[in-house]
């Protein structure tokens, strides 16, 4: 292999084991979203893009080269001098092997980095929809909390004025009951607006849940497609050899 294909070569490999490290199941991805955001990072985010672009451009061109490559040997001529030298019959199946080989690694490099580079995205929105369910079912406990308790005081309230009207007949203090009623109607606002909080939160927690489901089943997605282009080259290692 020239230079060239040795480098492109070594490249489809970290790429294989990077996928795979993000295959990793004792990896969760608020771990990975945790150094997704270490401060070298944020330094090489400015050429990130860049870079990215640039491998991809380099990919292709290797690509098309090693295309043109197959073509071209695909389609030689096989003359009355190729029958009298054998030997350059076999030289020619060499070069066509060489130039398919070349494409294969050429196309699963330009596949698997766009596939990692998907991934990736794929980690930190689930990251981000998890930390976002989980913040939901807090607030959603904690507005649930706050309404049973308003309830209990609505009730104790409610108790205290039917005690204080049955009481002997005596009249209860008009101000006490003017109080009364008034506490009454804010804790029946107070616990309105927290059905309201509550009923807007398990919405949005159901919503979350199925972004989530739908991140889940995206990643899976990738994951499976991965596996079955890593049994795709290793078949084709073994053919080779």
């Known amino acids: 292999m020239t ?12 790429e294989i084991g990077v996928l795979l490290i993000f295959c990793l199941p004792f990896i969760s ?30 990919l292709i061109v290797l690509f ?13 001529d096989q003359s009355k001098d190729t029958k009298l030298l054998p030997n350059m019959l ?11 080989r070349n494409l294969y690694i050429s196309g699963f490099s330009l596949f698997l980095w766009l596939v990692m580079r998907r991934v990736i995205t794929l980690i930190n ?13 807090t607030q959603a406990d904690s507005a649930n909390k706050a309404a049973k308790k308003y ?43 927290s059905a309201d909080a509550l009923k807007k939160t398990k919405s949005d927690l159901d919503a979350m849940k199925k972004q989530t489901e739908g991140l889940t089943k995206e990643y899976d997605r990738l994951l499976q497609e991965h596996q079955e282009l890593q049994n795709l080259l290793e078949s084709g290692h073994k053919k080779d050899n």
């Open 3 to 14: 230079l060239q294909w040795t480098a492109v070569a070594s490249f489809l490999y970290v």
């Open 29 to 58: 991805s608020q771990r990975w979203q945790s150094i997704f955001k270490w401060s070298i990072w944020n330094h090489l985010s400015q050429f990130w893009n860049k870079g990215f672009l640039t491998m991809i451009i380099i």
């Open 64 to 76: 098309l080269d090693a295309l043109r490559e197959v073509k071209k040997y695909s389609t030689a």
């Open 90 to 100: 076999d030289h020619m199946h060499m070069k066509l092997f060489r130039a398919q």
């Open 125 to 137: 929105q689930l990251a981000t929809a998890v930390n976002t369910c989980t913040a939901l079912q």
């Open 151 to 193: 309830m209990e005081d609505n009730e104790m309230l409610k108790q205290a004025l039917t005690d204080d009207k049955g009481e002997g007949g005596k009249t209860a203090d008009p101000e006490e009951n003017r109080l009364l009623k008034k506490e009454v109607q804010r804790l029946t606002e107070d616990l309105k607006s």
